[in-house]
């Protein structure tokens, strides 16, 4: 269930998945996070095909295919930026009802940089029979997040977080936009 095997990624491919249309320097496109049988997938399009493909599927975007979608621009050389951190609680929200230990992990590495941006605040850890519980708030509102702490090792907290860089083709950074 866990390791690499199931990330059909390729972030640094920078062309358009509709039109093959490779993004310049400085050129404008739109990613988004769709959920496949092998796991996450992202997808690139050019603007153009971003707006039919916005017409054409808005149906699909809200039955819950795609898991979120951000503007992003190409940068050369290839210095990535951090990822938005709008973005981050998106994804962090979209995987509420996690079901599977890779998205578990994924939940749980979010939180750990949603709280080292001191954007979400432990409250407690509750120890259940399962394990632990992670009690959070977000950081001025009540809004409150239970969060299963996957026990996970230094590396695996590395390797996770690398993945997830990779997928948003950004840095998953402690500290806030870059
Ligand atoms: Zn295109």
Redesign the pocket.
């Known amino acids: 269930m866990s390791g690499s095997g199931v990330w059909q990624i390729d972030g640094s491919a920078n062309v358009?998945c509709?039109?093959g249309?490779v993004f310049r320097e400085g050129s404008v496109f739109f990613s988004a996070l769709a959920e496949s049988e092998d796991g996450f997938v992202r997808r690139d399009?050019?603007s153009?095909?971003w707006r039919e493909q916005d017409e054409a599927d808005e149906a699909t975007r809200s039955s819950g295919d795609c898991f979120c979608f951000w503007r992003t621009r190409r940068v050369i050389p290839e210095s990535r930026a951090t990822i938005n951190t709008d973005l981050l609680w998106d994804f962090f929200q979209g995987l509420r009802d996690c079901d599977s230990h890779e998205k578990k992990v994924f939940r749980f590495v979010v939180a750990l940089y949603l709280m080292r941006r001191r954007e979400l605040k432990l409250i407690k850890v509750v120890r259940r029979q399962e394990g632990e519980l992670l009690h959070c708030e977000k950081r001025s509102s009540d809004q409150q997040y239970e969060i299963e702490d996957p026990h996970l090792t230094e590396q695996q907290v590395q390797d996770a977080a690398e993945r997830l860089s990779s997928l948003f083709g950004a840095e998953l950074q402690p500290n806030g936009e870059g």
Do not use: A, G, I, M
Request: glycine share 0%.
């Open positions: 358009c509709c039109c249309q399009f050019c153009e095909c």
